[in-house]
């Protein structure tokens, strides 16, 4: 069998040889009708019936695997698809550098490895959960399409990890695989694992600003699960990160439309000073310190998902060849770190301090580290964005003592420069930090929804270029088909 | 002695302004053309072979930029950009010819050339065209000033005379380019219509001169979406178009220039243009014009009221018909062998280019006539063949 195409014999479309994995097989479609009902479920709300134009993997080499059609979402192809093996890897760091990389589990490592399954793996229907309301107010068909796709995609990288927990961890797999099914996104009994993963995305610019925050710490993640030894969960990975690449797509460019269009709306109605909160929200488009303090929110929920900034866990799976760095292949140094340090910023007799920790044990810190430098990159997009239309505003990410719920800062109160502030300061200031029930009342009144093909809701310009190619008017979504 | 044009060169480009700088290129790219800095993706022209697996990973089509380019831009100025610069006013080159710019369109003349048996040449005394300067994101919009039946009323087939009015759009083109119909709406499966290309049956300066408009020749295909959406057009509708398109099929603009002109059909179209140009320019021009021409029955001939006022001076007509009852069948293989002193002489002169135009299966049989002609005249059809394609003087284009 060539495993570069997509077997369709069975229920589920693999590149893994399924037909010939009975047991694995069974344990899967065992596991499908309760995917399907939790899709009908938590999944787009109203639009199960709607035919949507999304792109399905017919093959994991590059000119397969985007092919675009009309799709039900209930009927989209969820698959089993890993990147192609290459029998000549190798364990790139740790301890077991330079042992052919692993086929199955090591024994020894089996907990952790499935930890690491499992989290990866909450995290994929969580956001489903999240969003499934958004598709009501989509500003167009073309966001609402991007939406959906998003969402599918999430579905399949949960069937990615369901996969490796079936096929790798017998009945702790399976039982874990249920769990994932299980668990919902904001439930007071029974939430998803990771905080960022149980606040709401009540409006569009929320979507947008999760799937550039957000989705980029799943990006980093997968990359450094894309690194590891055990080679099913490196090839898992590597496909999946061409598939987080779209949301990362969705959101860089969401926010991009929404800043244009509130850039070109001022600059249209002479608004020249970007704190004219109310001239502008006038014009019927989102002022530029709200969306300031929407990408607050946002970027500090998610460097909370990276843990705590020292952590035994993080060193622990490094040293096992399990979880490397973000591009880990890539660095020039001995892929062992026992000596090396990292430096880290802590909070020292009440002061913001940078201080040389283990570098094993400062992974989260570095990889958050490359994470904040991959976001800023875009924000600076955003700027020359902003720039180009003449309008004088920049965005900046805030210092990462801002807000945080995990790590080292998350008893005291900075603002977005850095500046270690008093409880009654901070009560005082909160309002201009992050947004207020106020700034998320007029979001909410700008999402109404937008249908017609070829047309975008006055907040949000319309795209560059149109996915797949296709022209201004293509309708993306065939809502009542 | 002429400076050498330099090959024009299609280099693969990332639109800045839209790339989000995912990598997914880079670790697609099989041949590690696509490289990185902290500001651009950019794509190493002297690397890059146009394999195309990084267009359809790409989640954003930041990807699927090209610009035709005399001298390649450098990684460093790649690097630097905030945005595409935009496409340098060129000239297309004589040689490795830039036919068009969509791969879409690229892949259609590709075929319809494959008859040529090598790289196709433009003529050297063609004008410069300009290629592709409105594409399916961007079409020219132009109204329909006329759509006449050209084919007899109890004719089987239904041809047609379409006249598309540019209105103060630019839409340069030459004898012998074609444009691309945009066909509204979508397939059974939802997916927008393709491209069609259609030659261009009038001269470069319109049906009238400076008219800014051109003409179609169109066969109405049964079930055909684009043939029959254009012959039902009415006055007054706008079209979508793409294009020009084509760079070597040209009229050659060298008074002395013979042009054999062979075709079937709608294949008439790009004769009607050259004839037309070679009347209006150059009424007096020393080269000849021979047009063979196939069709079942005059009823069913394009043009042929018109063709029979067009002049024996300006332009010899062998007319064939291979379904008037009574007659016996003629193809215009056959016309060519029954006029094999006089195509053979022409053959023998330098300044004589050869085009043919229409259905793929005559492709064959023009060619086993041209050899036939050749044999008696003592000459090597298959080196002479290749010897003026080279030289920009055989062409082909069917479908």
């Given amino acids: 069998m060539n495993l570069m195409n997509v077997d369709y014999s069975t229920k589920i479309p693999n590149n893994v040889n399924l037909a010939e994995d009975r047991q694995v097989l069974k344990a899967l479609e065992g596991w499908h009708p309760g995917y399907l009902d939790w899709w009908n479920d938590m999944g787009p709300e109203g639009f199960q019936e709607s035919l949507v134009y999304l792109r399905t993997a017919v093959s994991v080499d590059p000119k397969g695997w985007a092919k675009f059609d009309y799709v039900r979402m209930p009927d989209y192809r969820w698959g089993v698809l890993l990147a192609p093996q290459d029998e000549a890897r190798l364990v790139n760091f740790g301890q077991h550098k330079g042992e052919k990389a692993w086929q199955e589990v090591p024994g020894e490592y089996r907990a952790m490895l499935r930890r690491l399954v499992v989290i990866q793996g909450d995290t994929e229907p ?3 959960e999240q969003q499934r309301h958004l598709g009501k107010t989509a500003p ?22 369901v996969y490796l927990l079936q096929k790798y961890f017998g009945r702790d797999g399976r039982e874990e695989a249920d769990e994932l099914l299980r668990r919902r996104s904001g439930d007071a009994d029974s939430p998803r694992m990771l905080g960022a993963f149980n606040e709401a995305t009540p409006d569009w610019l929320s979507f947008f600003m999760f799937t550039f925050f957000t989705d980029r710490d799943g990006k980093m993640q997968l990359e450094s699960l894309a690194q590891s030894g055990f080679d099913p969960l490196s090839r898992t990975c590597r496909f999946m990160l061409t598939e987080e690449a779209h949301h990362m797509f969705v959101g860089e460019t969401g926010v991009g439309r929404v800043l244009q269009r509130t850039c070109e709306a001022m600059k249209a109605a002479g608004v020249e000073d970007a704190s004219e909160i109310e001239k502008v929200r006038a014009l019927g488009v989102i002022d530029l310190p709200t969306i300031q ?92 964005l902003i720039e180009k239309t003449g309008v004088k505003y920049r965005l900046e990410l805030p210092h990462t003592a801002f807000h945080r719920q995990i790590g080292e800062f998350k008893n005291v109160h900075a603002t977005p420069s850095g500046i270690i502030i008093n409880d009654a300061e901070w009560a005082n200031k909160r309002g201009d930090y992050l947004p207020s029930e106020s700034d998320g009342a007029f979001i909410e009144s700008l999402m109404q929804p937008v249908s017609e093909p070829g047309k975008y809701a006055n907040w949000i310009a319309a795209p560059k270029v149109g996915i797949d190619n296709k022209p201004g008017e293509f309708e993306y979504v065939k809502i009542a088909a | 002695m002429n400076a050498p044009t330099p090959e024009l060169l299609k280099q693969h480009v990332i639109d800045p302004e839209i790339c989000i700088r995912c ?116 079409p020219a919009i132009a109204t329909v000033t006329g759509n006449f039946r050209l084919t007899h009323g109890d004719a089987d087939s239904d041809v047609r005379h379409i006249i598309l009015d540019f209105g103060d759009l630019p839409f340069p083109v030459l004898e012998g380019q074609s444009i691309g119909i945009v066909p509204p ?60 398109f084509g760079a070597t099929f040209l009229y050659p603009n060298d008074p002395a ?66 379904r008037v009852s009574g007659q016996p069948r003629v193809y215009v293989q056959d016309r060519i062998r029954s006029e094999a002193a006089t195509v053979a002489a022409l053959l023998q002169d330098p300044n004589t280019h050869v085009y043919v135009c229409g259905l793929k299966g005559m492709e064959s049989g023009v060619n086993e006539a041209f050899a036939d002609v050749c044999r008696g005249a003592s000459i090597d059809w298959a080196a002479l063949r290749v010897t003026m394609r080279e030289a920009g003087r055989y062409h082909v284009e069917t479908y």
Wanted: hydrophobic fraction near 35%.
């Fill in chain 1, 126 to 128: 969580a956001s489903v």
């Fill in chain 1, 140 to 161: 167009s068909l073309y966001d609402m399409r991007n939406l959906f796709q998003v969402n599918v995609e999430e579905g399949r990288h949960l069937w990615a990890m």
């Fill in chain 1, 293 to 384: 303090k929407k990408m607050n929110l946002h970027y500090t929920l998610s460097l909370d998902l990276f843990g705590s900034e020292v952590s035994t866990n993080a060193a622990n799976f490094y040293n096992a060849g399990l979880k490397g760095r973000f591009q880990e292949t890539k660095i020039d140094d001995d892929h062992r770190l026992t000596d090396a340090v990292y430096p880290v910023l802590k909070l020292v007799d009440g002061k913001i301090t940078r201080v040389d920790e283990p570098a094993l044990t400062a992974l989260n810190m570095r990889l958050r580290d490359d994470y904040t430098e991959d976001c800023a990159k875009g924000v600076e997009r955003w700027n020359k």
């Fill in chain 2, 23 to 138: 990598n997914t290129c880079e670790e697609t790219c099989p041949v590690d053309a696509v490289t990185h800095d902290g500001n651009n993706y950019v794509v190493d022209a002297s690397i890059c072979n146009h394999c195309m697996d990084c267009i359809s990973p790409c989640p954003t089509g930041s990807i699927d930029n090209w610009r035709v380019v005399a001298t390649p831009y450098s990684l460093e100025e790649q690097f630097s950009w905030n945005e595409l610069p935009a496409q340098q006013e060129l000239e297309a080159a004589d040689s490795g010819a830039i036919e068009a710019l969509e791969q879409e369109i690229e892949s259609l003349l590709e075929e319809a050339r494959k008859g040529l048996g090598g790289k196709p040449v433009a003529p050297h005394s063609a004008s410069k065209p300009t290629v592709n300067l409105y594409n399916r994101n961007k």
């Fill in chain 2, 185 to 244: 709406g979508t397939d059974a499966a939802g997916k927008p219509h393709l491209v069609r290309l259609y030659s261009v049956a009038s001269s470069r300066d319109g049906e009238k001169p400076n008219a800014g408009n051109l003409a179609l020749t169109v066969k109405r295909e049964v079930g055909g979406v684009c043939s029959n959406y254009l012959c039902d057009l009415p006055r007054g509708a706008k079209v979508e178009v793409t294009g020009p």
């Fill in chain 2, 257 to 322: 220039a013979n042009i054999i002109m062979i075709c079937t059909g709608t294949g008439s179209a790009p004769f009607r243009a050259f004839t037309e140009r070679r009347r209006r320019a150059m009424p007096d021009a020393p080269g000849r014009l021979l047009l063979f021409f196939g069709a079942r029955r005059p009823e069913e001939l394009p043009y042929f009221g018109p063709l029979q006022k067009v002049p024996e001076k300006l332009l010899g007509k062998y007319f064939c018909y291979s």
